[in-house]
């Protein structure tokens, strides 16, 4: 069921690669809901994904870019404007990627050429991208901006490496940057932290699987999966919140508030009921 939202709003989406994206799902809710969009990826993940069957199949222009280039954002943001005939309402930063931690890289052993490019590609290309925005005058009065990030920038998750470091200059960006663009042209910039999800970056975090299980134990909701996401993304991009800006926005089941639940308690105490070895003796956890 549709519900106009985002009649006659104009986006881009960066990031969606194939039907597992959460910017796919954007994509294809936002079209739902009434608007009309550009999709950006890198050629190389164009070559990789799926994302022409997305553009047939959504009408909506595809404009291969690296979000790290200066260059290829003025052409996205410029090209954007032209194609779909006015100023950007939203846009949808959903871009991260760690060579550390393709390359299995430990924290304390880390490369600092692929730190760089951690940092570069999944949170300086977000500022990249709102500067450009704005010496353009790209999008439009009240407009929304906002980027998918993950609660290990407060917290530490084992595995997740130096993605949390880029997740919390994320998140730093979308303030600083908020406070500026909302000031001086209403426009709002906000994160979206959502649940574990099994997307094909997502799926690189070392043992994803348990740590989705685990969030999904300790939330009173369970997780937040990739369509849900995208109905949240859908409301933060459509006019029933002009007012929200600079704000970190937790949309996993309740995750973020937790500090025990009883069903990941009952998991923890029978991990550790006592149990006979081979020879009889009792082995406690």
């Given at each position: 069921?549709?519900?106009?939202?985002?009649?006659?709003?104009?986006?881009?989406?960066?990031?969606?690669?194939?039907?597992?994206?959460?910017?796919?799902?954007?994509?294809?809710?936002?079209?739902?809901?009434?608007?009309?969009?550009?999709?950006?990826?890198?050629?190389?993940a164009l070559r990789m994904g799926t994302l022409d069957q997305l553009s047939k199949q959504l009408n909506a222009?595809?404009?291969?870019?690296?979000?790290?280039?200066?260059?290829?954002?003025?052409?996205?943001?410029?090209?954007?404007?032209?194609?779909?005939?006015?100023?950007?309402?939203?846009?949808?930063?959903?871009?991260?990627?760690?060579?550390?931690?393709?390359?299995?890289?430990?924290?304390?052993?880390?490369?600092?050429?692929?730190?760089?490019?951690?940092?570069?590609?999944?949170?300086?290309?977000?500022?990249?991208?709102?500067?450009?925005?704005?010496?353009?005058?790209?999008?439009?009065?009240?407009?929304?901006?906002?980027?998918?990030?993950?609660?290990?920038?407060?917290?530490?998750?084992?595995?997740?490496?130096?993605?949390?470091?880029?997740?919390?200059?994320?998140?730093?960006?979308?303030?600083?940057?908020?406070?500026?663009?909302?000031?001086?042209?209403?426009?709002?910039?906000?994160?979206?932290?959502?649940?574990?999800?099994?997307?094909?970056?997502?799926?690189?975090?070392?043992?994803?699987?348990?740590?989705?299980?685990?969030?999904?134990?300790?939330?009173?909701?369970?997780?937040?999966?990739?369509?849900?996401?995208?109905?949240?993304?859908?409301?933060?991009?459509?006019?029933?919140?002009?007012?929200?800006?600079?704000?970190?926005?937790?949309?996993?089941?309740?995750?973020?508030?937790?500090?025990?639940?009883?069903?990941?308690?009952?998991?923890?105490?029978?991990?550790?009921?006592?149990?006979?070895?081979?020879?009889?003796?009792?082995?406690?956890?």
């Amino acid at each position: 069921m549709t519900h106009n939202l985002l009649k006659g709003k104009r986006g881009i989406i960066f990031g969606a690669l194939n039907e597992e994206s959460i910017a796919w799902k954007v994509a294809v809710k936002a079209v739902e809901e009434g608007a009309s969009i550009t999709l950006s990826n890198t050629a190389m993940a164009l070559r990789m994904g799926t994302l022409d069957q997305l553009s047939k199949q959504l009408n909506a222009p595809v404009i291969a870019a690296d979000a790290t280039s200066v260059e290829d954002l003025v052409k996205v943001f410029a090209e954007s404007v032209q194609l779909l005939g006015g100023k950007i309402d939203f846009v949808l930063h959903s871009i991260g990627m760690s060579p550390n931690v393709r390359k299995h890289r430990t924290y304390d052993d880390l490369d600092y050429n692929y730190l760089q490019k951690t940092l570069d590609i999944s949170a300086i290309s977000f500022h990249k991208m709102l500067q450009v925005a704005k010496k353009q005058d790209a999008i439009a009065e009240y407009g929304s901006v906002v980027a998918l990030t993950y609660v290990a920038a407060q917290r530490t998750f084992f595995g997740y490496n130096d993605m949390a470091d880029a997740k919390s200059m994320l998140e730093s960006i979308a303030r600083s940057f908020g406070y500026i663009y909302g000031r001086e042209k209403n426009v709002r910039i906000n994160t979206i932290s959502q649940s574990p999800t099994p997307t094909t970056a997502g799926k690189g975090i070392k043992d994803m699987d348990n740590l989705m299980d685990f969030a999904n134990k300790m939330s009173p909701l369970g997780n937040a999966d990739a369509e849900e996401c995208a109905n949240y993304c859908v409301m933060m991009f459509s006019d029933f919140t002009r007012k929200v800006t600079m704000q970190n926005l937790y949309h996993d089941g309740g995750f973020s508030s937790m500090g025990m639940s009883l069903r990941a308690m009952n998991q923890y105490a029978k991990d550790l009921a006592p149990y006979e070895d081979e020879n009889g003796k009792i082995i406690y956890g």
